[in-house]
């Protein structure tokens, strides 16, 4: 139970909850089990009327007992519905505080522990485990508090009847909580595997759900549905086996009832013979061996779902207890200029161990532009990663308005800049609410729109039937990769941000197309920093400086005509491109 401690602080939040669900189910377990003080007397009544050989038997006293009987069934069922009111909702409370403590601890994370998860398990881990773990701050304690103030009430009451006669009843129990600690240990190992296999089958099926459309322009239909059918087949091996397991608990608990009945009345038997208790306290003794029975029945299923939620919980608090790399050391609000200045910057990804930047040093001004390109892997947008703080450096240090990057507030940085990623992503949504995304602020529509035409995708947009109240789809999948990259410029220019980052943005247009969009820029950039990522050199050469970058170093620095000079790989390039 250790694992589950960590929820203890939501017991303790809905406290009230909690201790109502207690005191519900105390009055219901006491209403129900007086019933068999009503049912020794009921059958006293017959045994007397037998014993008599009356033949004018009073009805009116079994119809008392009868009324009897249903009015504290009545009772003990309120309070019995109350009770599931106070816990059931407790554990839907407790479930959307734990999502939510959940998610947000996912926005703290950085982009190395992004790469190292997939997002199906992240995903199954919000949803499936917690949903496992709220069966335990629900039904489990439910019916963990009902098994153990019901078999506290019994016991009071058997006690009352003949001690020795409630000791022999209750005999088969410790081979019985030996047995389920043993199955218990089973289902403990079994459930880990089984939510280790659903997280592989999630990961499986949303790979295959978001690249449907590659998939099918290879005919890899067959093949995926084969490889799904594999991961299922052993996503469903394993989850038998662990209801293979689950399933030793009925039995268990029918022979712990049938052992207890025969017991009570063997046992019994002998006590009315010796004239110790009175035959009618045997049918009492019965009703309160049965009235254990779904309590003890229940313990089985109990048991398994503390085990699933344990196992869930062990997976969440690895989650939970992942600290971020990245930390916000800055909590201050100031303004912001946009001078940077890279000194001897190395780096090294976390997750593969590959150095993608080596000694990298360059100042760019306030209001200038840099340009940076280079080979493929040669570190530029890593470049921008650090820059952005998406990860923190391994040597060397970034300061920007002379300041160290790491004593900035995070958010201050990340407000105040803008950035097009080469990898766009577009949320489903509308065109119109995928641009005011960029903003932090209340926009208004002229601003989007003249953001839209900066951007060179006004006049697609509006040949569109809804035009900006176009539904883009799953992540802009309606959308041309051209089109989908100037709405991602628009959304980074409507924010109107201190520096403007720009990771090879316009690969997936036309040069006519990008020389409209660069006249735009080349406007808004005006007193704004700019670094801007690219191949084509028609996008960089009116940059104030130019890095080429080659095996995460810079080999070659300076104007564009600087760099033409010089006769090396960026000449080469340019006359590869014949700019």
Sequence with gaps: MNDLFSINKYFVKYKWHFLGGIIFVTLSSFFGTYQGEVVRQGTQSILDDLTE??????????????????????????????????????????????????????????????????????MNRISEDVGKVRMYTGPAIMYITNTLVSTITVLVFMIKVNAPLTLFVF?????????????????????GLVQKE????????????????????????KFFVNQMKSRGEVYKKTALKLNSIEALFQPLMMFMIGASVLITVWYGGKLVIDKKIEAANITEF????????????????VTSLVQRAKASQIRINEFLKTQPNVVNTNTNEYA???????????????????????????????????????????????????LTRQYDLNGGSIFIDGKNIKEHNLKVIRNHMAVVPQDVFLFSDTIYNNIAFGANRKIAREEIIEASKKAGV???????????????????????????????????LVGQPDILIFDDCLSAVDTETEEEILNYLTQEMKGKTCLIVSHRISSLKHADTILYLKEG?????????????KRGAYFELNELQGA
């Design 336 to 386: 912001f200029k946009g001078d940077i200045k890279f000194t001897d910057v190395s780096f090294i990804y976390p997750e593969n161990k590959i150095q993608a930047l080596k000694s990298i040093s360059f100042t760019l001004d306030s209001g200038k532009t840099l340009g940076i390109t280079g080979a493929v892997a040669s570190g530029k947008t890593s470049l921008l990663n650090v």
């Design 458 to 492: 006004y006049e697609n947009i509006m040949q569109f039937k809804d035009g900006f109240e176009t539904m883009v789809g799953e992540r802009g999948v309606t959308l041309s990769g051209g089109q989908k990259q100037r709405i991602s410029i628009a959304r980074a």
């Design 171 to 191: 005999l088969p129990l410790p081979l019985l909580s030996f047995l389920i600690y043993k199955v218990s240990d089973k289902i403990n190992k079994q459930s």
């Design 553 to 565: 170093e810079i080999i070659e620095q300076g104007t564009h005509q600087q760099l033409l000079e």
């Design 286 to 301: 019965i009703f309160y061996v049965f009235r254990l029975t779904w309590p003890f029945a229940s313990l089985g299923w």
């Design 53 to 122: 050989k009356n033949s004018d038997v009073n009805t009116s006293i079994y119809l008392m007992h009868a009324l009897k009987l249903i009015g504290f069934a009545l009772i003990s069922g309120v309070f019995m519905f109350l009770m599931r009111q106070a816990i059931i909702v407790m554990s839907r409370l407790i479930e959307f505080d734990q999502k939510n403590e959940i998610y947000n601890h996912y926005q703290k994370l950085d982009a190395s522990f992004y790469k190292q998860n997939t997002t199906g398990d992240l």
């Design 198 to 221: 659903l997280g592989l089958l999630t990961t499986q099926a949303q790979e295959s759900f978001s690249a449907i459309r590659v998939i099918k322009a290879y005919a890899r239909e």
